[in-house]
């Protein structure tokens, strides 16, 4: 079974970046790759995603902040995260839905102190 595999969280203050990667286990065609994120007592919401064809969608609230990155041929998705706010604070998880099927990663945990 395809694992997604994350890296990049940790501790910043707030105006730092971060850079958010996840791999797939074995390269494979993804349709949509992307990142959701969920704070403590706060319901799971998309951060961004990325298609096979290149079109994106990004939360309201990281739109001019985050970009979303993507490559196909190695079944791998990044998060490149400037700006970061207090409230950027959660564990991202990566997902990928391949064949109408969603996986999603363990979570790499973002904190950013004010």
């Known amino acids: 079974q395809v694992q997604l595999v994350e890296s990049g969280g940790g501790l910043v203050q707030a105006g730092g970046s971060l850079r958010l990667s996840c791999a797939a286990s074995r390269r494979m065609f993804i349709e949509t790759m992307g990142w959701y994120r969920q704070a403590p007592g706060k319901q799971r919401e998309l951060v961004a995603t990325?298609?096979?064809?290149?079109?994106?969608n990004y939360a309201d609230s990281v739109k001019g902040r985050f970009t979303i990155s993507r490559d196909n041929t190695k079944s791998t998705v990044h998060l490149q995260m400037n700006g970061l706010k207090p409230e950027d604070t959660a564990v991202y998880l990566c997902?990928?839905?391949?064949?109408?099927?969603?996986?999603w990663g363990q979570g790499t945990q973002v904190t950013v102190s004010s």
């Open positions: 990325k298609t096979v064809g290149g079109n994106t």
């Open positions: 997902c990928a839905i391949t064949l109408g099927t969603q996986i």
